[in-house]
């Protein structure tokens, strides 16, 4: 499969000296080996360069892509059934979208170097085509397509684990930022039949740079004060504190 895929581009030999190391540059710092840098190089080509390029007509990383998002899609779903055993459904498909997302894949093939290996169109290149968000996280889903021909499915898994483990992570952590209030909330009112009261204690600083101070009463107990740079990150945070003392 690998070598019929090669010869509908070109073969590796036919990769000039100056591409074929900037290939090996890029594969280098990501952990990736690939047999054939042909099926890599055919990952970089945009479709605006083979529609400009009669010699090159459907010879572009479309078919790549296609087969990159699949992997993506399953080596994600099998990293988040295990990582999250205790959620549902719903929130496996919720975490899945939003780590293969567009937006989520885009700022990780900057940091992977991968506008800098695109092969562009004249026209799109003009059109600041290495930096739209839709071409480079297409180009990250053709690049997993071609290391997944060319080196399998478990050399492919380790490469996306690479940038979705810490994709994961962050939203998890974000998540977690997010909901302190409104956990505390629920156990606290299911427990108590009432509802945490928020004070801000003090806000120091220049306007530009406030901290502020706030606590949480608890019935006749206070907690805190946390601070934060804003009134509603030291909310989240003297919550947090409460919910780690309370349940204890």
């Not at 399998?152 to 690479?162: D, H, N």
């Not at 206070?222 to 601070?227: C, R, T």
Request: proline letters at 4%; hydrophobic letters at 40%; charged letters at 30%.
């Amino acid at each position: 499969m690998v070598k019929k895929v090669g010869e509908l581009f070109h073969s590796s030999k036919e990769i000039s000296p100056k591409r074929k190391k900037a290939l090996l540059e890029f594969c280098r710092p990501l952990g990736l080996h690939f047999k054939d840098l042909a099926l890599l190089d055919l990952a970089f080509h945009h479709r605006s360069y083979s529609n400009e390029d009669a010699a090159y007509r459907h010879k572009n990383n479309e078919r790549l892509e296609f087969l990159g998002d699949s992997v993506l899609g399953l080596v994600t779903a099998a990293f988040l059934y295990e990582d999250m055993a205790e959620n549902p459904e719903g929130d496996l498909a919720k975490m899945k979208g939003n780590v293969v997302s567009e937006k989520a894949l885009a700022p990780v093939a900057l940091e992977f170097g991968i506008d800098k290996m695109l092969v562009l169109g004249k026209g799109e290149e003009s059109g600041g085509g290495r930096t739209k968000p839709a071409i480079l996280a297409d180009c990250m889903e053709a690049v997993i397509g071609a290391y997944y021909l060319d080196s399998g499915y478990a050399a492919a898994e380790k490469y996306v684990l690479r940038f979705i483990v810490p994709a994961v992570r962050a939203v998890q952590q974000d998540k977690c930022e997010r909901d302190c209030k409104s956990l505390l909330q629920e156990a606290y009112q299911k427990k108590c039949k009432s509802v945490p009261r928020y004070e801000l204690v003090k806000i120091s600083g220049p306007d530009h740079d406030q901290t502020f101070l706030v606590s949480v009463r608890l019935g006749d107990v206070v907690y805190g004060p946390a601070e934060g740079k804003s009134k509603k990150q030291a909310e989240q945070n003297v919550a947090r504190l409460a919910l780690e003392e309370w349940k204890n």
